[in-house]
């Protein structure tokens, strides 16, 4: 499909902005907003926007991130950056009423009203300790480690929606997603390892291959699902022994700690680092106030697990709604992730009504409990 030219505006004389639709990048929808100075034959300043649906806890809204925001050099510090993102914010707030960037410059976004809503975060395990559980392993009938094919990708799609299926940041994976990365030159790809058991795919594991002539500084796995503990298990046995191949003595792996195999990681002997950005990073800003909470209504609702609390929700919903409860939309966003409790927002100088503690206690009890799992964005999603 050609793109086609959606939107164009003359902001100043010599000034123009549009907005092209039509591309599709990674099976995620795309929106090429540019400003165009008269007399430059190539935009002078552009960013994309990619439409998704965004999780938050049980529920998936539509949603839009932006991206690959570049001005051209000879005309940087200009304040056209100033120019162009508000007004791609104005048309994407006609569109969805949340917004999101997946790597946001240092001290630059929140002048415009994003925050960050997302903690980075990985697991690094010590070889020696996983390398203890490889002989209880071996003897498991069942269980095989094999090298990837397409053919599998159908069923590795399957196996993570239903292991990340409730948890905020996620996106639901689509039946044509893949991002393994391809090799180039002087470019890794991805490698992937998959797990069967009794016959079925019960997890997998993608890294990057190893790059010939280049000696890498960490074993870094970006992805590791299993289906149950025992898959997970396997998983990092066979991570260990190829760390230990090459002379490694730890591994790193991006998987959130309340996820089955940071379940297995904390078991085996673990450091769960976790860095809270002041700036910069994941961010995201709330467009529409209303109607978020009116697509979330239902998600709040099914966190009201202490008993009475239901006949407390609807007037507590309708005082929330106007606005009367939480008021900035920035420690809302924080609280809807499950990037804060309730708490932490009242330590951060945010007021709630005494009568509506509890119910915002149940509401907000933040990621990493039964009810709302641990916010995370696995790093072949982003954007």
């Not at 004389?13 to 190539?42: H, I, N």
């Not at 079925?200 to 291959?209: M, N, P, R, T």
């Amino acid at each position: 499909m050609a793109p086609v030219n959606e939107v164009e505006e003359i902001l100043a004389p010599d000034l123009k902005y549009t907005e092209e639709t039509g591309r599709v990048v990674r099976s995620l929808p795309m929106r090429d907003c540019f400003l165009w100075q008269a007399g430059v034959d190539e935009p002078i300043s552009g960013l994309n926007v990619m439409s998704f649906r965004q999780r938050f806890g049980t529920i998936a809204i539509p949603a839009e991130g932006i991206g690959g925001v570049e001005t051209l050099p000879a005309f940087r510090r200009q304040g056209y950056m100033r120019t162009l993102l508000p007004r791609a914010i104005a048309g994407i707030s006609k569109r969805v009423a949340v917004v999101f960037i997946s790597d946001a410059i240092e001290h630059t976004y929140e002048k415009f009203g994003f925050v960050n809503c997302l903690a980075e975060s990985y697991l690094s395990l010590r070889v020696r300790d996983v390398e203890i559980m490889a002989d209880l392993i071996q003897d498991r009938p069942g269980l095989c480690v094999r090298c990837f094919s397409q053919a599998d990708l159908p069923a590795m799609i399957c196996l993570y929606n239903q292991v990340h299926a409730h948890r905020s940041w996620t996106h639901e994976r689509g039946t044509g997603w893949n991002r393994l990365y391809v090799t180039q030159t002087w470019q890794p790809g991805s490698e992937v390892i998959v797990l069967e058991q009794d016959g079925s795919l019960a997890g997998y594991a993608i890294f990057q291959e190893s790059q010939f002539g280049h000696a890498a500084d960490s074993f870094v796995v970006d992805e590791l699902t299993a289906r149950n503990p025992a898959a997970a298990q396997a998983l990092l046995v066979e991570i260990a022994a190829r760390c230990w191949d090459i002379r490694f003595n730890e591994f790193w792996v991006r998987e959130p700690p309340d996820s089955v195999v940071g379940k297995v990681a904390q078991r085996l002997g673990c450091t769960n680092h976790q860095t809270y950005p002041p700036s910069g990073g994941m961010m995201g800003m709330i467009l529409d106030r209303q109607q978020l909470l009116a697509c979330l209504e239902p998600e709040l609702q099914r966190r009201l697990s202490t008993p009475g609390l239901q006949t407390s929700h609807p007037a507590a919903f309708a005082a929330f709604y106007r606005g009367e409860i939480v008021s900035d939309n920035r420690v809302l966003l924080r609280l809807l992730t499950g990037h804060w409790s309730t708490i932490d927002a009242l330590a951060f100088d945010s007021e709630v009504p005494t009568d509506y503690e509890r119910v915002l206690e149940d509401w907000f009890p933040g990621g990493g409990t039964s009810l709302l799992p641990q916010p995370y964005s696995h790093s072949l999603d982003r954007y």
